[in-house]
């Protein structure tokens, strides 16, 4: 299945179940009859709170700007300043990894409990990152920046469906 249009960017997968087998369904059931309803709520307390600090401190980096206003756990920011692609591509050197968006061109980062320790590590790291990709703008060797911009220049959306469908068969 390969989608070119969604504002979740670009997507390939070569199952039917895309990115949600059923294996991950079942950890899910069985996480959640392990927590109970009170553990589960006081997980989502902590989530909400990374939420909201990691959001707070995005707004706080003046070439950032959030998508929306986000209400949950997941925050897309991208930038007018800095291509946020580049900056994802150093972020992900840095050991994270977000996703890619498009219209506009942005990131997200799906809060977890794993976040709730490691906010201002992330939010140290996204400023540099930006600092980084602001110093030496260009494509980092190796990242996906250069992919998402040029797919979203080209008018011909059944060539980059191809695209995506020849990269999923040679990395699968």
Same mark, same amino acid.
């Given at each position: 299945?390969?989608?070119?249009?969604? &504002? %979740?960017?670009?997507?390939?997968?070569?199952?039917?179940?895309?990115?949600?087998?059923?294996? !991950?369904? #079942?950890?899910?059931?069985?996480?959640?009859?392990?927590?109970?309803?009170e553990?589960? !709520?006081?997980?989502?307390?902590?989530?909400?709170?990374?939420?909201?600090?990691?959001?707070? %401190?995005?707004?706080?980096?003046?070439?950032?700007? /959030?998508?929306?206003?986000?209400?949950?756990?997941?925050?897309?920011? %991208?930038?007018? =300043?800095?291509?946020?692609?580049?900056?994802?591509? =150093?972020?992900?050197?840095?050991?994270?990894?977000?996703? #890619?968006?498009?219209?506009?061109?942005?990131?997200?980062?799906? /809060?977890?409990?794993?976040?709730?320790?490691? =906010?201002?590590?992330?939010?140290?790291?996204?400023?540099?990152?930006?600092? &980084? /990709?602001?110093e030496?703008?260009?494509?980092?060797?190796?990242?996906f920046?250069?992919?998402?911009?040029? #797919?979203?220049?080209?008018?011909?959306? =059944?060539?980059?469906?191809?695209?995506?469908?020849?990269y999923?068969?040679?990395?699968?």
């Amino acid at each position: 299945m390969e989608v070119t249009e969604w &504002t %979740g960017g670009l997507y390939v997968s070569p199952t039917i179940a895309g990115s949600r087998p059923g294996g !991950l369904i #079942a950890g899910a059931w069985a996480a959640m009859i392990s927590l109970g309803s009170e553990g589960y !709520l006081e997980n989502t307390k902590e989530i909400m709170e990374a939420s909201k600090r990691i959001q707070k %401190g995005i707004h706080d980096i003046p070439e950032l700007f /959030v998508v929306g206003r986000p209400d949950m756990s997941i925050i897309a920011f %991208g930038s007018d =300043v800095v291509d946020i692609f580049e900056v994802n591509d =150093v972020l992900s050197s840095k050991g994270w990894h977000l996703n #890619a968006l498009q219209r506009p061109n942005s990131v997200h980062i799906c /809060v977890t409990l794993q976040h709730v320790p490691v =906010v201002q590590i992330f939010l140290k790291d996204l400023r540099d990152s930006v600092q &980084t /990709v602001k110093e030496n703008p260009g494509p980092v060797n190796g990242g996906f920046a250069p992919i998402y911009g040029a #797919a979203g220049k080209i008018p011909d959306r =059944v060539m980059v469906q191809d695209l995506l469908v020849e990269y999923i068969d040679r990395s699968c």
